[in-house]
């Protein structure tokens, strides 16, 4: 692999004017003990759009999708140092309720990860948690989320089974179902669908478009076809930096810098 400069960046300022963020950070950088393992990502994430998150493993895709909704905290000696805005908020202070931020900005593993509990108690575990004890609104949540996850019809019949008997990739259109029962205003996902074969895929994909009328949606992805086949816009990582933020089109057609370009050309990866 070619040593690129880490000096060589392009991110495409978006105009607040015409383009509403939904949230961005401001020279981020994570550490793991000593080690900078982020360092000063700014970006920024429309509202209703999809920003796919690109790279190499090991460029700190993950790492920074992680600090966006303040998972880092979980991880000892790790630290998160810089902005993460959120509606005017820096998040990344120690005065915000990460329980309470956390419903505004949900997060979908890689590897389904549905409680051991029903189809149904999967969904409403979070909002009962909450407080949330209406039966016919906990009912509606049910039918609506699975709705728009596109899981309804399937499951529609067995919504008090066990949520493991279901097939990889219906278990994880339930965790995107469970994670928008606390209609959040982003959804992160890393690699979401990335256990699951071509058709399941193919469905966790159609899940994400339909949902971007609703949700903005940043997403780690490996799978280069995924990221231009979804996303609006593409953040290119290397080496814990952001090298190259722009529309997909751009990032996959005609990226500004030679590292993005011998990424998305398969040079390495
Ligand atoms: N919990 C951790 N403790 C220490 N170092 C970590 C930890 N998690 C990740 N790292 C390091 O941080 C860097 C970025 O890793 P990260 O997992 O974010 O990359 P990635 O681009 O998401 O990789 P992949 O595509 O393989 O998931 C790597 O050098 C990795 O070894």
Same mark, same amino acid.
């Given at each position: 692999? /070619?040593?690129?400069?880490?000096?060589?960046?392009?991110?495409?300022? &978006?105009?607040? *004017?015409? $383009?509403?963020?939904?949230?961005?950070?401001? /020279?981020?950088?994570?550490?793991?003990?000593?080690?900078?393992?982020? $360092?000063?990502?700014?970006? !920024? %994430?429309?509202?209703?759009?999809?920003?796919?998150?690109?790279?190499?493993?090991?460029?700190?895709? =993950?790492?920074?999708?992680? =600090?966006?909704?303040?998972?880092?905290? &979980?991880? !000892?000696?790790?630290?998160?140092?810089? *902005?993460?805005?959120?509606?005017? &908020?820096?998040?990344?202070?120690?005065?915000?309720?990460?329980?309470?931020?956390? *419903?505004?900005?949900?997060?979908?593993?890689?590897? !389904?990860?549905?409680?051991?509990? =029903?189809?149904?108690?999967?969904?409403?575990?979070?909002?009962?948690?909450?407080?949330?004890?209406?039966?016919?609104?906990? /009912?509606?949540?049910?039918? #609506?989320?699975?709705? #728009?996850?596109?899981?309804?019809?399937?499951?529609?019949?067995? &919504? $008090?089974?066990?949520?493991?008997?279901?097939?990889?990739?219906?278990?994880?259109?339930?965790?995107? +179902?469970?994670?928008?029962?606390?209609? !959040?205003?982003?959804?992160?996902?890393?690699?979401?669908?990335? +256990?699951?074969?071509?058709?399941?895929?193919?469905?966790?994909?159609?899940?994400?478009? #339909?949902?971007?009328?609703?949700?903005?949606?940043?997403?780690?992805?490996?799978?280069?076809?995924?990221?231009?086949?979804?996303?609006?816009?593409?953040?290119?990582?290397?080496?814990?930096?952001?090298?190259? %933020?722009?529309?997909? *089109?751009?990032?996959?057609?005609?990226?500004?810098?030679?590292?993005?370009?011998?990424?998305?050309?398969? $040079?390495?990866?």
């Amino acid at each position: 692999m /070619d040593n690129y400069s880490l000096d060589d960046i392009y991110i495409k300022p &978006l105009d607040s *004017k015409e $383009h509403e963020l939904a949230l961005s950070t401001e /020279d981020l950088k994570v550490y793991y003990g000593d080690k900078e393992a982020i $360092h000063d990502v700014s970006l !920024p %994430f429309e509202r209703y759009k999809i920003t796919a998150l690109i790279g190499a493993s090991g460029s700190g895709k =993950s790492t920074y999708l992680r =600090s966006l909704n303040r998972m880092n905290d &979980l991880i !000892p000696g790790a630290r998160v140092d810089g *902005k993460i805005m959120y509606r005017d &908020l820096n998040i990344n202070s120690a005065k915000v309720d990460v329980y309470e931020m956390r *419903k505004h900005i949900g997060m979908v593993f890689q590897q !389904p990860n549905p409680f051991a509990k =029903s189809i149904y108690d999967n969904i409403t575990f979070a909002p009962r948690q909450f407080g949330e004890k209406n039966k016919e609104k906990l /009912d509606e949540m049910v039918e #609506q989320t699975l709705k #728009q996850a596109a899981l309804w019809d399937q499951v529609k019949d067995k &919504l $008090h089974t066990s949520a493991l008997a279901l097939s990889g990739g219906q278990q994880q259109r339930l965790c995107i +179902a469970r994670a928008i029962a606390l209609q !959040p205003d982003i959804l992160l996902m890393d690699e979401p669908a990335s +256990a699951l074969d071509p058709i399941s895929t193919s469905k966790v994909e159609d899940t994400l478009m #339909q949902l971007k009328d609703q949700y903005t949606i940043i997403i780690v992805t490996h799978n280069m076809q995924q990221a231009a086949r979804i996303s609006d816009y593409t953040a290119f990582f290397y080496s814990g930096k952001a090298l190259e %933020f722009d529309d997909t *089109k751009t990032i996959f057609t005609s990226p500004r810098i030679k590292a993005t370009n011998d990424y998305v050309s398969g $040079h390495f990866g």
